[in-house]
């Protein structure tokens, strides 16, 4: 079974560009999730989706954060414009559904840094 | 706010001996889970656990939960060069909303 996907696995910008990150989540998960991992804390969770509609994205800072998953499938997170702040691993992970299914499957991660 | 704390937050210990990592959290919750992460890797789910008193062994990794006092460990027995890594501990909030501690970094020395 193939994991999580995640593309590109390292991106380097620039303050006040925008980046965007990919994830295609294990076949037949309905719930896709994006963590940032800031260097030496655990990951927090910024917005979790089941199929193509939002749960949770209390987290997500949505004055520069946004996030899609518009076929349910697979899912792109975008930062405009990045802070220097924003330098961290981005996490994707699904599981098979929000209410009856326990475990996450991460994939590699994005490892963004913002100079 | 839920809180997650762990610790230690940074463990060395020798090969061969036996240890506890600890992970408290401040709100009702009967599912925990632990992963591992290598450096610059994602991470591996170690255990589950998803009630009152459960316990979970895999090799020289054992992890409990106890809910009523907010607490989880992960013991690690006759530890190994291999088993150096960081270790979350995660509380789920509801619907797999989980919150993740600070990680403890072990270093197992020969």
């Known amino acids: 079974e193939a994991g999580v996907a995640q593309s590109p696995r390292y991106k380097i910008i620039e303050k006040r560009q925008s980046v965007a990150f990919w994830c295609n989540p294990i076949?037949?998960?309905?719930?896709l999730y994006w963590y940032q991992q800031i260097l030496g804390q655990g990951p927090k969770l910024l917005i979790q989706?089941?199929?193509?509609?939002?749960?949770?994205d209390s987290q997500l800072p949505k004055d520069r954060f946004s996030a899609e998953r518009l076929k349910g499938v697979d899912s792109t997170l975008k930062i405009q414009p990045a802070k220097l702040e924003d330098s961290a691993v981005y996490l994707c992970?699904?599981?098979?559904?929000?209410?009856?299914?326990?475990?996450?499957?991460f994939g590699p991660g994005t490892r963004l840094t913002v100079t | 706010e839920l809180k997650v704390e762990q610790n230690p937050l940074f463990l060395s210990m020798q090969e061969g001996k036996n240890y506890t990592i600890y992970c408290n959290y401040s709100?009702?919750?009967?599912?925990l889970y632990w992963y591992r992460q290598d450096p610059g890797k994602s991470l591996e789910s170690l255990f589950v656990l998803l009630s009152n008193g459960a316990v979970k062994q895999e090799g020289r990794l054992m992890a409990s939960l106890d809910t009523k006092a907010r607490l989880s460990t992960l013991h690690i027995t006759a530890a190994v060069h291999d088993l150096s890594a960081t270790y979350f501990c995660a509380v789920d909030m509801n619907a797999n909303d989980m919150r993740f501690g600070a990680g403890t970094r072990l270093t197992v020395k020969p």
């Open positions: 076949s037949g998960h309905a719930t």
């Open positions: 992970a699904s599981s098979l559904d929000t209410y009856t299914s326990y475990e996450q499957y």
């Open positions: 989706f089941q199929n193509n509609g939002v749960v949770d």
């Open positions: 709100t009702t919750s009967d599912r």
